[in-house]
């Protein structure tokens, strides 16, 4: 007799340091970028974005894949503006993203949270009403701002003060050059690049705690 194969779904691990990065890839915001992959290791947790996801599944399901493995995600809704070049079209992806990660978190408690990272106060009000009550994180589009409201949203006794995650951010700045001749590309969201740049991340969290130890 032949046994029935099940037709449930094998049941998704979640990694609960991983923290899904859902913010916009573009040379203006490099720098809030790299704030976030240092903030987020020097918390103790591990940033990820799609361009780091293989596979051939088309993009909206590698997505959905990555933020169903992670613990936690952080949105980015400062930079959903009209595009300077090109058909002045609005920014779609981030919020897009997030609305996937609120319908994920809705049908599967416990299993994810998420925050959202505002660049000036009460925009979201007017941009995105419906996620009235939430209290977004407001970063003022500096450094430090996202580097203060990642200790906000991930509050632990032991978190690094800013001046040591500032610190931190200064090492990996330095590594930029390099890593992006190593891998032949000026691409700062390129794979390559974001797993370069999360080991020296890593490094410069390990180092910036035991100087000031």
């Keep these: 007799m032949v046994a029935k194969r099940s ?84 920014r779609f992806n981030m919020p897009l993203e997030l609305g996937m990660t609120i319908t994920w978190s809705e049908l599967n408690e416990d299993s994810h949270d998420w925050f959202v990272m505002e660049a000036a106060p009460r925009r979201l009000d007017q941009s995105t009403s419906d996620l009235a009550g939430t209290d977004p994180n407001i970063h003022f589009g500096t450094v430090e701002g996202v580097l203060s409201e990642l200790r906000n949203a991930f509050v632990h006794r032991n978190a690094p003060t800013v001046p040591q995650m500032v610190a931190a951010y200064r090492i990996v700045v330095n590594a930029i050059h390099p890593i992006l001749e190593d891998a032949g590309t000026q691409d700062l969201f390129a794979a390559s690049v974001f797993k370069e740049l999360c080991l020296v991340a890593l490094k410069a969290s390990r180092y910036t705690a035991g100087a000031n130890a």
């Design 7 to 90: 037709t449930k779904s094998p049941r998704r691990v979640v990694d609960p340091r991983a923290v899904f990065l859902n913010i916009p890839y573009d040379k203006e915001f490099q720098p809030l970028y790299l704030a976030y992959i240092v903030g987020i290791y020097q918390l103790g947790l591990e940033p990820c974005i799609t361009s780091g996801v293989s596979g051939g599944k088309r993009r909206l399901s590698r997505i959905l894949d990555l933020i169903r493995s992670c613990r936690y995600s952080i949105h980015d809704l400062s930079r959903v503006e009209l595009s300077p070049y090109g058909l002045a079209t609005p």
